[in-house]
């Protein structure tokens, strides 16, 4: 579901930064790249997914620790009704608590780092949105970063979102745990909120509503309704395509 995680997140950052004022193409591109790459952050929690194993040692041993942390954690904190299990995959990192926490703490470290931790936190987010959605993005990424250096001063747009990628960085977790709460297994996301005698709560929808990961309605159906969004929700896409519409129909009018 990394693919998806990631395609979610791209569209949910495209439709949140307009509201923090990151209205430019140039920064609603960053602001949106980095929720993607982090919609995929959560997964930290296993040690076979692409975050896990991005950077080698360094990503392995965050992975390492977070699953000890979430597994301590649920063991001191489970209701009467939560399963018997180690609490590591789809537990700590899978909530609303950790997504505000990360937030938080990545929007001290760019106010305090200034631009250059803008930087980093968007390149680590791209490096973990082509991990899922492939190579290419890099590519495409480098042929962005040419444009953005001839059309725009990459310091002073890049400055204007420090603090505001905390937020990038929450909606993006947000963003992995609404997707993981629509499929079969749910995602205890309201944690530490008890329910129904357990604290760790699977939310997930009606079963009719759900589906399985890597079946045919997220590749059919999901993937392919975000991939469209994702194109639709870039700054000016939209005002140009109903421009060429209204264009032809002139045209054909006359």
């Known amino acids: 579901m990394g693919r998806t995680h990631a395609l979610t997140g791209w569209c949910a950052g495209l439709a949140v930064a307009p509201l923090v004022g990151a209205s430019s193409v140039h920064q609603a591109v960053a602001f949106a790249a980095t929720t993607a790459g982090f919609a995929l952050l959560p997964d930290l929690d296993h040690p076979g997914a692409g975050a896990s194993r991005l950077l080698g040692p360094v990503t392995g041993a965050l992975s390492w620790l977070l699953r000890r942390l979430?597994?301590?954690?649920?063991?001191?904190?489970?209701?009467?009704?939560?399963?018997?299990?180690?609490?590591?995959?789809?537990?700590?990192?899978?909530?609303?608590?950790?997504a505000a926490g990360l937030g938080a703490l990545t929007m001290w470290g760019t106010r305090a780092g200034g631009w250059y931790a803008v930087a980093g936190v968007v390149v680590f987010g791209l490096l973990l949105?082509?991990?899922?959605?492939?190579?290419?993005?890099?590519?495409?990424?480098?042929?962005?970063?040419?444009w953005w250096a001839r059309t725009a001063s990459a310091e002073g747009e890049l400055q204007q979102l420090t603090g505001w990628l905390g937020l990038a960085v929450a909606v993006g977790c947000v963003t992995h745990c609404l997707g993981d709460a629509l499929t079969e297994a749910g995602c205890p996301f309201l944690f530490p909120v008890p329910i129904a005698g357990e604290t760790w709560y699977e939310l997930r929808p009606p079963s009719f509503l759900r589906f399985r990961t890597g079946k045919r309605v997220e590749n059919l159906l999901v993937f392919p309704v975000f991939m469209v969004l994702g194109v639709l929700l870039v700054p000016g896409v939209w005002h140009g395509l109903t421009g060429l519409f209204e264009q032809s129909t002139v045209q054909a009018g006359q």
């Not at 301590?72 to 789809?90: F, Q, S, V």
């Not at 991990?131 to 042929?143: F, I, R, S």
């Open 70 to 98: 979430s597994s301590i954690l649920y063991a001191i904190t489970k209701g009467p009704r939560d399963e018997r299990h180690r609490g590591m995959h789809r537990h700590l990192s899978h909530t609303v608590l950790f």
């Open 129 to 146: 949105a082509s991990d899922a959605l492939g190579d290419w993005l890099l590519l495409v990424a480098a042929g962005a970063a040419v």
